[in-house]
Every structure is written in structure tokens, then in C-alpha cells.
């Protein structure tokens, strides 16, 4: 398994969405080891589109756009994933993604 090129030793709250009752979505979160590097940007994600960045999460954990990154009492919605690294069979071992 390869390692993220930065160390991996906060802690965050990840909400994942996990449903609509109509009105709200519903998430269920877990605490997550990660890093976090807060610094405002233009990014690409890997999707293509460019958005605003106001921080860098790594992580290993399958985060994806629309859930809610909670850091230092601070919630953060995640934009976009912008890299990932995938060994040749196609399994994800860490990733970045961009927080607004």
C-alpha cells in the first residue's frame, strides 16, 4: 500500500450523506484521521471543474463531494476530489479533496 506524501495525523468529523427525508439530508459521521492544509486557491478536481478551495484534506477514507468535513469546529463542504492514488487493480489507498 503506498503512503500519502504528507503525514496523516489530525483528526476530523466526516458526515456522509447518507439520505433526504424531503426537507434535510441525513448523515451519519465518523472521526477520521486526516490532514488539512487551509489556504485559498483555484483547483481542478479530477472531474474537471474548477472551484475555490479554502483548504486540502487527505485522507484515506472514500469522502466524496456534497459531505461535510467538521475540523477544529468548523464545518467545510467538500467540492471536489483532486487526486487519488490507485494501485493497477483499481483500489483507491488515499486520497485529496478540495473543501469550500
Given at each position: 500500500?503506498?503512503?500519502?506524501p504528507?503525514p496523516m495525523?489530525q483528526?476530523?468529523?466526516w458526515?456522509?450523506?447518507?439520505?433526504?427525508?424531503?426537507?434535510?439530508?441525513?448523515?451519519s459521521s465518523?472521526?477520521?484521521?486526516?490532514?488539512i492544509?487551509?489556504?485559498?486557491?483555484m483547483?481542478?478536481?479530477?472531474?474537471?471543474?474548477t472551484l475555490?478551495?479554502?483548504?486540502m484534506?487527505?485522507?484515506?477514507e472514500?469522502?466524496?463531494?456534497g459531505?461535510?468535513?467538521?475540523?477544529?469546529?468548523?464545518d467545510?463542504?467538500?467540492?471536489?476530489?483532486?487526486?487519488?492514488?490507485?494501485d493497477?487493480?483499481?483500489?483507491?489507498h488515499?486520497?485529496?479533496?478540495?473543501?469550500?
Amino acid at each position: 500500500m503506498t503512503q500519502p506524501p504528507v503525514p496523516m495525523s489530525q483528526t476530523a468529523t466526516w458526515k456522509h450523506k447518507t439520505g433526504s427525508d424531503g426537507y434535510d439530508d441525513t448523515y451519519s459521521s465518523a472521526s477520521i484521521t486526516c490532514r488539512i492544509e487551509q489556504k485559498t486557491q483555484m483547483i481542478k478536481t479530477l472531474a474537471g471543474d474548477t472551484l475555490e478551495s479554502v483548504a486540502m484534506l487527505w485522507c484515506i477514507e472514500d469522502v466524496q463531494p456534497g459531505d461535510v468535513i467538521t475540523f477544529q469546529g468548523r464545518d467545510f463542504s467538500v467540492g471536489g476530489i483532486v487526486s487519488q492514488a490507485t494501485d493497477l487493480d483499481g483500489t483507491v489507498h488515499w486520497r485529496v479533496v478540495a473543501l469550500g
